[in-house]
């Protein structure tokens, strides 16, 4: 028995919580090293500290030299890097534009997207050794649709769609593919608290979804899993939806 | 989860199986320990691609007949006593320019492409529903959202499976069954043949270059690539997965 990703070393940030947790587990067990990251505090040891294909770094994405001590910490782990998921994140403060606070604009701008930026820049180098890299970044169903409120969150995940497209246009070349997940309503722990404070929120999101359920970490685990793999070499510059067909009816 | 046995315990029905997508996906899907109802017309290769794997029944069914639906469940449930996967793949693709559409050639079009899709999905509704985790696959193509040249009804009949895939995913999802459709890039097929085939050799050359240097990733697709996504889209741990259309098409039409 193999895995889908024997031999394979991923990055995948937000690895402590929700969709990176589920996805650092499900890599490991497709045979996969993995670097976990996320925030110093977080319970990224706890969670990831018994695999011993884990190596847990906790470093947050936006801070000062990140991206390359992202990248240092996979090489010196594990020698390479061919898969990278970019998937910290944030929803940030919501509240419409016109009394939003700006100071939570730019930080879910910085952390959901020019982190991203960052780390991706510096991993390319060695994504190109791979002969198969990938680039997995994390979108939303909000990277093509909008509500009121989380104009940040909205405007960075379609920030998200744009940058990978452009990744996959430029790296094809060199073996490399780039695509996003948009997750729909998923119980993780970003939002975790928004569903319990309003449990007709979740209420409208499971009906909404024909499949009649929230979605679980472990369902965008198992389509970064696909993208990640060798089997999705002719899949570039896409975003996979996994929201349970909730945004594909009015 | 290794990289065997993905299906196992499965059964499906893959139309168009005797070349390209549907025939790959077939061998996969056997492969992965799925059991197999293969269709394709009568006179075309069935039996040879797949008569020698046993975890295959062979089925030379036109799709549009009448009896089809109940011919090819019936061989599902006869043959191996449930039907998991349903994967609409039989298709048809006539390059006609849109001022010389032959009388008829529309109408056969959207049959094969459309109207069987509709006819196969609901005679296998009680069977998916039965199963727990059914699937139904539809082959769409990068011309569900975008036009070509020549392809007149083809075009229309790829954007209508988009259409009618998610009008599947929304009222069966209660069921339990998932409904997505795929989307195919330039893959080399018998079907892409025979429009490339209508070509002069320069003509084919200069059409694969396009698509090859088009997709970012500087190649063209074979079937395996689309056989992949199906599986990934059959998986049981892919249902929250509903009502997409999943691009295979090595980023060739999202570029400008």
Sequence with gaps: MTGLLEGKVAI????????????TE???????????????????????????????????????????????????AFGKIDILFNNAGTVGQGGEVESHDEADWMFVTELNLHSMYRITKAAIPELKKSGAGRIVNVGSIRSEFA??????????????????????????QHGIT???????????????????????YGEYWKNRASTGRLGLPEDIANAVLYLSSDEASFVSGIGLMIDGGATSHF | MPKENRLAGKVAIITGAASGIGEATVTLFTQQGCKVVANDIPGSPLEDCHGNNPDVVCIAKDVTDEDAPDALI???????????????????????????????????????????????TLAAVPHLQASGNGRVIN???????????????????????????????????????????????????????????QMTAEEKDEFEAYWANKAPVGRLGQPIDIANGALFLSLDSSNFVNGIGLKIDGGATMRL
């Excluded at chain 2, 996967?85 to 320019?97: D, K, R, S, T, Y």
């Design chain 2, 74 to 120: 019936g061989a599902a449930i006869d043959n191996f006593g449930r039907l998991d996967i349903l994967f609409n793949n039989a298709g048809v693709c006539p390059p006609e320019p849109i001022l010389e559409q032959s009388p008829g050639q529309w109408e056969h079009v959207l049959d094969v492409n459309v109207g069987s899709i509709n006819r196969l």
């Design chain 1, 12 to 23: 995948i940030t937000g690895a402590a919580s929700g969709i990176g947790k589920a996805t």
């Design chain 1, 147 to 172: 509500d009121s409120g989380a104009a940040a969150y909205t405007t960075t995940k379609h920030g998200v769609a744009g940058l990978t497209k452009v990744l996959a246009v430029e790296l094809g």
């Design chain 1, 178 to 200: 780039a695509n996003f997940v948009q997750p729909g309503a998923i119980l993780t722990g970003i939002t975790e608290p928004a569903f319990a404070a309003m449990p007709e």
């Design chain 2, 139 to 197: 082959t769409g193509s990068i011309q569900s959202q975008i036009a070509g040249e020549t392809l007149t009804a083809y075009t229309t009949s790829k954007h209508a499976v988009a259409g009618l895939t998610k009008q599947q995913a929304l009222e069966l999802g209660p069921m339990g069954i998932t409904a997505n459709f795929i989307q195919p890039g330039f893959v080399v097929t018998g079907i892409s043949k025979g429009y490339t085939d």
């Design chain 1, 26 to 76: 499900l890599f490991t067990a497709e045979g996969a090293k993995v670097l976990a990251v996320d925030l110093p505090g977080s319970p990224l040891n706890d969670v990831h500290g018994n695999d011993a294909n884990v190596s847990c770094l906790e470093q947050d994405v936006t801070g000062e030299g990140a991206a390359d001590t992202i990248v240092g910490a996979a090489l010196e």
